[in-house]
Each structure stands twice: as structure tokens, then as C-alpha cells.
């Protein structure tokens, strides 16, 4: 029961990916708030969790009023909100020169433009509880070029950066989670754990006795 206590926002959660991460939370402990265009889905997910621990919120990750009730949806549980994870997403094949302008303005909205507004709206209340955690789901085509899908790999990519714009700075839950079976599928791997060095200075210098807090020019007495 490692989550027990916390709240979740998940978009997507009525498929694949958040469906799977849903019955993980709620298996922990979490109270959630699954969020998808398909109420139908969503319900059906629902009415397989344990009574009380899910809510429900149909609506359209672009869209802020959508989003702004999604995150109201969640803090309707206790007034918190402790993690989000960002999950909703789609991925139609398309090249550079074949690609309908429609289509790729649309993968970007909801790739893209959707985290950034579930970010913009937790994470005010995630500091006013005192901190939480948000899990960016993206993927290999974020670090990978993926051929004939261009709108995707060039949304999840920028999904990876946005993501390390609002990057949290914790190492031991890190450490747990390599120790943990839950790391079984990583391997070869690497995890930055560097308090966020490698996104602000890339030469290092955060990490030297006069760089310790970022913009730091004199040594710590």
C-alpha cells in the first residue's frame, strides 16, 4: 500500500497504459481520477476498482475548461492532489511531406499541449499540499526517430523537455524504485538522479563546491 493517502489525476486512463496504471494505484492505496474523451470507457474501468476509490471525469485534455475540471474532479477526493500522470495521447503515422497540417496540429495538442495544461493547473495545488509527483508518460519515438511518424516523435520529444522544465529534484525514491521489482523491465538503462544539473547546466558546474545551489558564483562559507 505505498500509495495510501494519495490522490491521482490520470489522463488516458480509460485505455491501454492508464487503464494499467489505474488498477495499479488503486491496488496501492490511491484514490483516483481517471480522465478520458469516452465516458463509456472510463466507466467501464471504473466498475472494476474497489467502490470509492475511482472517479470519473470525460473531457478533452486540449481544452482548458476540460482540464480545470479534471483537476477539480480529483481534489473532490480529500482537497489534495499528489500525483498526476499525463498518459493521453495518440499515434498516427504520417512523413514530413505526407502529412495532413490538421493532423499534425492535433497530435501536438494532445501529445503536447495537453501535459503542459494538466501541469499549469496541478501544480499549484500539488505546492499548496506540500509537493507531489508528476509522471510524463512519453516514449522511445521521444528519443528515437521513428520512420513515417513525424508528429509523434517531434511531440514526445518535446514532451521529454517540458518535462525536464518542471523537473522535481528527489534522488532516493529513485534509488528505491531501481531496487524495487517495480525496475524489472529496465536495463542497460540510465537514470539521471543529479538534482536537475544535467537540465540547467549542462557543463557541470551545479555540481562544483561553487555551484551547489544554481547561480551561485561564490563559494559556500
Do not use: Q, W
Given at each position: 500500500m505505498r500509495l495510501k493517502g494519495k490522490v491521482a489525476l490520470i489522463t488516458?486512463?480509460?485505455?491501454?497504459?492508464?487503464?494499467?496504471?489505474?488498477?495499479?494505484?488503486?491496488?496501492?492505496?490511491?484514490?483516483?481520477?481517471?480522465?478520458?474523451?469516452?465516458?463509456?470507457?472510463?466507466?467501464?474501468?471504473a466498475q472494476t476498482l474497489t467502490p470509492g476509490s475511482v472517479k470519473t471525469c470525460p473531457g478533452d485534455v486540449t481544452k482548458v475548461e476540460d482540464v480545470e475540471r479534471m483537476?477539480?474532479?480529483?481534489l473532490a477526493f480529500e482537497g489534495r492532489l499528489d500525483v498526476v500522470v499525463n498518459n493521453a495521447g495518440i499515434d498516427p503515422g504520417g512523413t514530413v511531406t505526407d502529412l495532413d497540417p490538421d493532423l499534425w496540429r492535433k497530435v501536438i495538442e494532445i501529445n503536447l499541449t495537453g501535459p503542459f495544461l494538466v501541469m499549469k493547473?496541478?501544480?499549484?495545488?500539488?505546492?499548496?499540499?506540500?509537493?507531489?509527483?508528476?509522471?510524463?508518460?512519453?516514449?522511445?519515438?521521444?528519443?528515437?526517430?521513428?520512420?513515417?511518424?513525424?508528429?509523434?516523435?517531434?511531440?514526445?520529444a518535446g514532451l521529454i523537455m517540458l518535462t525536464k522544465q518542471a523537473a522535481p529534484d528527489e534522488v532516493s525514491g529513485g534509488c528505491v524504485f531501481l531496487a524495487s521489482d517495480d525496475s524489472?523491465?529496465?536495463?542497460?538503462?540510465?537514470?539521471?538522479?543529479?538534482?536537475?544539473?544535467?537540465?540547467?547546466?549542462?557543463?557541470?558546474a551545479a555540481l562544483s563546491s561553487a555551484g551547489v545551489n544554481w547561480g551561485v558564483t561564490e563559494a559556500p562559507k
Open positions: 488516458g486512463g480509460g485505455t491501454g497504459i492508464g487503464t494499467a496504471v489505474a488498477e495499479r494505484f488503486v491496488a496501492e492505496g490511491a484514490k483516483i481520477c481517471i480522465t478520458g474523451r469516452r465516458r463509456e470507457l472510463l466507466d467501464k474501468v483537476v477539480a474532479t480529483a493547473a496541478s501544480i499549484p495545488h500539488m505546492i499548496k499540499g506540500g509537493g507531489g509527483s508528476i509522471i510524463n508518460v512519453s516514449s522511445l519515438g521521444g528519443l528515437r526517430c521513428l520512420p513515417g511518424m513525424a508528429a509523434y516523435c517531434t511531440s514526445k524489472s523491465f529496465m536495463t542497460g538503462s540510465v537514470l539521471l538522479l543529479d538534482g536537475g544539473a544535467s537540465v540547467v547546466d549542462v557543463s557541470g
